[in-house]
């Protein structure tokens, strides 16, 4: 079974802090992706990568940055965290040649931003 | 006007219940149509997808896409109170990774015993 993993739960931080979101799959996926879902906006995607240090923009990107090192990992930064980035944050893997893309959803991490 | 709609709910229904979960889309360009079904303080599962025009069945569900009215129905029969969680529809064009999927908002499903 293909297993996505987030560091946290939940999370609470100050306005200004910078915070680190870890995502790691195990189903050796090229394709990473983080979204957040907030009540009546649905599932909104911020980054995604399609290889070891590549990224590209989604929806939403702006106050957000990703890296992603190794091929299992791909990390969610929030340089400044503001209120309006409390919301649940979900990671997501596929692999490449998936036909359709078949995204897998890790648990999801609760922030709230005080 | 957005890309794909979804009644948000809640839907609620008696044990036993046939369940239609409906969304509409505006591109054309859709080719594939996947259902996630995502239970309260959980990340989505993919539950079914279906590639074009036509019906696909697994069990107690039935997904159903209909292009030429850009619209796709998932339907549940025998309606179980597990099944009580919030659907996603979503699609892409091409069906690979570099199109993303475009997912609506959800329809909160509820089942009562």
């Known amino acids: 079974d293909v297993k996505v993993t987030q560091s946290s739960r939940y999370l609470v931080k100050r306005t200004g802090e910078k915070v680190f979101l870890e995502c790691v799959q195990d189903?050796?996926?090229?394709?990473m992706f983080w979204y957040r879902q907030d009540p009546g906006l649905g599932l909104r995607l911020i980054y995604f990568?399609?290889?070891?240090?590549?990224?590209e923009k989604g929806d939403i990107p702006e106050g957000y940055s990703v890296s992603r090192e190794k091929k299992e990992r791909f990390s969610l930064i929030l340089e400044s965290a503001s209120t309006n980035q409390t919301s649940m944050y979900l990671c997501a893997s596929s692999p490449r040649q998936g036909i359709p893309d078949t995204q897998y959803f890790g648990p999801g991490t609760r922030l709230t931003v005080l | 006007q957005k890309e794909v709609e979804q009644d948000p709910g809640p839907l609620s229904v008696p044990e036993g219940a046939i369940v239609s979960l409906n969304c509409t889309y505006s591109?054309?360009?859709?080719?594939?149509f996947m259902w996630y079904r995502q239970y309260s303080r959980k990340g989505p599962e993919l539950l079914m997808y279906?590639?074009?025009?036509g019906n696909k069945e697994d069990g107690r569900f039935t997904a159903q896409v209909d292009k030429s009215s850009k619209y796709i129905s998932l339907f549940i029969r025998d309606s179980q109170p597990s099944d009580s969680a919030t659907y996603l529809c979503?699609?892409?064009?091409?069906?690979?990774?570099?199109?993303?999927?475009?997912f609506g908002k959800g329809t909160h499903l509820i089942i009562q015993p």
């Open positions: 591109n054309s360009a859709f080719q594939y």
């Open positions: 979503a699609m892409t064009p091409s069906g690979g990774g570099a199109d993303g999927l475009t």
């Open positions: 279906t590639y074009s025009s």
């Open positions: 189903m050796d996926h090229e394709n």
């Open positions: 990568s399609y290889d070891v240090k590549m990224k």
